[in-house]
């Protein structure tokens, strides 16, 4: 029994924490800069306000993940993010293909307490900064309400991942709310006054069919005049949670101060507009539906941005601008949205997209006074307009993995965030990113210490594409198709394509490269061919005369014909896709982007894939067949296709593809570094979308690794991750490594991205 006599006024517990990196902000940015940083070996404090980790994509808004992928429906081929957060929705896909949430939020919880490094505080909030003169923070206060404890958490380097920026604002860091004018930045997309300055919150709900019928009486306070809403002719019975995206309010409010009355406001309508889907009379099928789930604190987009070193602008994303400081990358459009939300005559959006990728400085990830403070997620030194692109979640956690690398170096040198900036040191951050998977467009890994780059490689066999054999579906050419293809420079090869017609009509094949050859948007016609067709089935050989002058993809494009049905092949390989002129609304694309004034944006058509079990690619044969898939490319110090596969592939008939490193000496090898192909061109939404597969067709899902003496020494199933790591507990003593891949029955062939071996 405890029993306290009167007292004048009591305490609460204080718990001190002293660490390497505070983090402060529990969604996807804060969780992938915490495990990045506590992997490499410091010690990280994760405090997070919410019982769950994952902000936004948490159960508790229910927000797809997304970024450069942009749901399939632009150019950017092969763009999902890398590192911690691509070993997250790969793990999602895995357990949860169905995208139930809840156990997106297991995962995430998962990992961070695996982590050692990791001291995760959960529903604590952070709310006083302690500084050591004007630019640096010594410390912070923070309260967890359900266990009554104050924490003094105390380190010498901050990452501000909290989306508001409460540790920024608090020390005194230089911030922005609201949008740049056009003068600037020089920003041609630059919103006015009357489209407004500042994207709204959004609340989502859930609705479940019971099966019989169910009553709805709406709350008093439910919006009682659907038609207040402009748009409220979209909604229907079918669509529910983030397909919603546009159930958005307080663009025009302060959307730090005045969260709590947006929040209301967005409870008013969610409870109006299911009112109104139940009881108006015009949904008959919502009868037997119920509310299974409505949001109780909304997402939010934008507030304040902090000022680095660099702000990111328009022409950053646009041009594709390059950095000597890139540490990550962004592929979501410009997106901005009318500050009046769910109550504006406008589309709910505004969208426009580049070429490609860009790059993402590490100067936009500090700030510029407070010395030793590092920004993270949608807080990052960004105009408005650009921060309309970089503000997507996979976006915020690829660049937060960044911010976890540099505070690591940080640590080791003791050194403050703008010390990387000196080129050496941002030379080597860089390095350390791609070690872990990281994706820096430009850039490609060069690692001394790595083993296989000494090492005499030789394959069981490796892959020639001399067919995409017609053995799949023949379809109605009721699109414009294009088949992607990796060629070095020279020649094109000779093509033959297989064709039906339903009557004699011509056939209008284009071939096509990028204006950029890292790039995927075929802009750039090099020849054009009419091709006469007779009615019924035949092949049509495809002789170019065109050359390239460096190593790309081409797009043998086959113009939309209603009269013509083109012949598909079951064959997927790593780096070989087929795309489509075809419409996304969900991204604003409408099969080609035609901005009607200059505001700063480049015209140019999207070819995007579609989503398996479709996007099969289009039957060829191809003479001479395509050398780019050689064991070579699994040291080449890129992990995804770019201009080229950048991958070793097996032939399709090897019944035990091997992989072999030799070397003269023998090697102590204490740890080998795998990367397989888990499709980065799949965007991986986490919720909603239903996927039909738990592990990506390209990624082998069983390998084993033997020694000189071809004895087991490593085996691993069920692998559905870009990334495995072996461990030995003692080094391994050994001139050779066998790596023995099997490839999915049914699916592509065999195929590795990466090698590395490292000593002890």
Request: hydrophobic share 35%; with cysteine.
């Given at each position: 029994m405890i029993r306290e006599q009167a007292a004048d006024k009591r305490t609460l517990k204080t718990i001190r924490h002293d660490a390497d990196l505070i983090v402060v902000g529990g969604g996807l940015s804060g969780v992938c800069c915490a495990i990045t940083a506590a992997r490499a070996g410091i010690r990280v404090i994760l405090v997070q306000d919410r019982p769950v980790l994952g902000g936004n994509s948490s159960s508790e808004v229910r927000l797809w993940v997304l970024g450069a992928?942009?749901?399939?429906?632009?150019?950017?081929?092969?763009?999902?993010?890398?590192?911690?957060?691509?070993?997250?929705?790969?793990?999602?896909?895995?357990?949860?293909?169905?995208?139930?949430?809840?156990?997106?939020?297991?995962?995430?919880?998962?990992k961070v307490v695996?982590?050692?490094?990791?001291?995760?505080?959960?529903?604590?909030?952070?709310?006083?900064?302690?500084?050591?003169?004007?630019?640096?923070?010594?410390?912070?206060?923070?309260?967890?309400?359900?266990?009554?404890?104050?924490?003094d958490l105390v380190a010498p380097l901050f990452c501000d991942a909290s989306g508001d920026g409460i540790v920024g604002f608090q020390s005194g860091a230089a911030f922005r709310m609201g949008?740049?004018?056009?003068?600037?930045?020089?920003?041609?997309?630059?919103?006015?006054?009357?489209?407004?300055?500042?994207?709204?919150?959004?609340?989502?709900?859930?609705?479940?069919?019971?099966?019989?019928?169910?009553?709805?009486?709406?709350?008093?306070?439910?919006?009682?005049?659907?038609?207040?809403?402009?748009?409220?002719?979209?909604?229907?019975?079918?669509?529910?949670?983030?397909?919603?995206?546009?159930i958005?309010?307080?663009?025009?409010?302060?959307?730090?101060h005045d969260t709590e009355a947006i929040k209301w406001e967005l409870w008013k309508v969610v409870y109006g507009v299911w009112n109104y889907i139940k009881n108006s009379g015009q949904f008959p099928e919502a009868e037997t539906m119920t509310l299974e789930w409505v949001g109780q604190i909304p997402g939010k987009r934008e507030s304040r941005r902090f000022e680095g070193d660099y702000m990111l602008r328009q022409q950053d994303i646009v041009e594709q601008r390059t950095h000597p400081d890139a540490v990550a990358f962004g592929g979501w459009s410009i997106d901005l949205h009318p500050a009046d939300g769910i109550f504006s005559e406008k589309p709910g959006c505004n969208q426009w997209h580049s070429k490609g990728i860009y790059q993402i400085?590490?100067?936009?990830?500090?700030?510029?006074?407070?010395?030793?403070?590092?920004?993270?997620?949608?807080?990052?030194?960004?105009?408005?307009?650009?921060?309309g692109s970089s503000r997507v979640m996979a976006t915020g956690a690829h660049v937060a993995q960044a911010v976890g690398m540099a505070a690591t170096l940080c640590t080791q040198e003791n050194l403050l965030p703008r010390d990387l900036t000196e080129p050496e040191?941002?030379?080597?951050?860089?390095?350390?990113?791609?070690?872990?998977?990281?994706?820096?467009?430009?850039?490609?890994?060069?690692?001394?210490?790595?083993?296989?780059?000494?090492?005499?490689?030789?394959?069981?066999?490796?892959?020639?594409?001399?067919?995409?054999?017609?053995?799949?579906?023949?379809?109605?050419?009721?699109?414009?198709?294009?088949?992607?293809?990796?060629?070095?420079?020279?020649?094109?090869?000779?093509?033959?394509?297989?064709?039906?017609?339903?009557?004699?009509?011509?056939?209008?094949v284009e071939l096509r490269r990028s204006s950029k050859p890292f790039n995927h948007t075929p802009d750039v016609t090099l020849e054009t061919k009419e091709i006469l067709l007779k009615k019924g089935k035949q092949e049509v050989t495809l002789a170019f005369e065109s050359s390239l002058e460096e190593p790309q993809y081409v797009f043998v494009t086959f113009l939309k014909n209603e009269h013509i049905q083109l012949q598909y092949s079951q064959l997927r390989v790593t780096g070989v896709l087929s795309v489509f002129n075809k419409i996304n609304p969900a991204v604003s694309n409408y099969g080609k982007q035609e901005p009607t004034e200059d505001i700063g944006v480049d015209t140019f058509e999207f070819w995007c894939p579609e989503r398996r079990p479709a996007g099969q690619n289009i039957a060829l044969r191809i003479a001479p067949g395509i050398q780019l898939f050689q064991a070579e490319n699994i040291r080449n110090g890129i992990q995804r296709p770019m201009y080229q596969p950048n991958a070793w592939v097996a032939e399709r008939n090897d019944s035990n593809p091997t992989l072999t490193l030799t070397w003269p000496d023998k090697q102590r090898i204490s740890q080998v570094i795998l990367s397989f192909d888990t499709d980065f061109d799949h965007p991986l939404e986490s919720v909603i979308m239903i996927h039909p597969e738990t592990v990506s067709p390209f990624c082998a899902y069983e390998f084993i690794l033997c020694n000189d003496q071809q004895e087991r020494i490593?085996?691993?199933?069920?692998?559905?991750?870009?990334?495995?790591?072996?461990?030995?507990?003692?080094?391994?003593?050994?001139?050779?490594?066998?790596?023995?891949?099997?490839?999915?029955?049914?699916?592509?062939?065999a195929a590795l991205m990466e090698v590395r071996c490292y000593g002890e």
């Open positions: 992928t942009s749901h399939m429906g632009n150019n950017n081929r092969w763009a999902r993010e890398g590192g911690v957060i691509d070993e997250l929705l790969l793990e999602n896909l895995y357990r949860n293909p169905e995208g139930n949430p809840l156990i997106l939020d297991t995962i995430l919880l998962e695996l982590e050692s490094n990791i001291t995760l505080l959960l529903n604590t909030a952070v709310y006083e900064v302690e500084k050591l003169g004007s630019d640096t923070i010594s410390g912070l206060k923070a309260f967890c309400s359900q266990n009554s404890t104050v924490y949008a740049e004018s056009q003068e600037e930045f020089s920003e041609k997309f630059a919103p006015t006054a009357e489209y407004g300055e500042l994207l709204g919150h959004s609340l989502y709900f859930y609705t479940k069919d019971t099966g019989r019928p169910v009553r709805f009486v709406p709350p008093a306070y439910a919006l009682d005049d659907i038609t207040k809403i402009p748009r409220y002719r979209r909604f229907n019975a079918q669509e529910y949670g983030c397909q919603l995206w546009w958005e309010y307080g663009g025009r409010l302060d959307t730090v400085p590490y100067r936009c990830l500090y700030s510029h006074n407070i010395s030793n403070l590092f920004l993270a997620g949608r807080i990052i030194s960004a105009s408005h307009v650009a921060f040191r941002i030379q080597r951050l860089q390095q350390e990113l791609l070690k872990t998977g990281q994706h820096i467009p430009g850039l490609h890994l060069a690692d001394n210490q790595d083993l296989v780059q000494k090492a005499q490689l030789t394959a069981s066999s490796e892959f020639i594409l001399t067919e995409l054999p017609p053995d799949g579906p023949l379809l109605k050419l009721s699109q414009s198709a294009a088949q992607m293809l990796p060629l070095s420079t020279g020649s094109i090869p000779q093509l033959t394509a297989f064709v039906m017609a339903d009557r004699d009509t011509t056939l209008t490593a085996h691993q199933t069920d692998n559905h991750q870009t990334r495995s790591t072996i461990r030995f507990p003692e080094p391994i003593e050994t001139n050779s490594l066998t790596i023995h891949v099997k490839p999915q029955p049914g699916q592509a062939p």
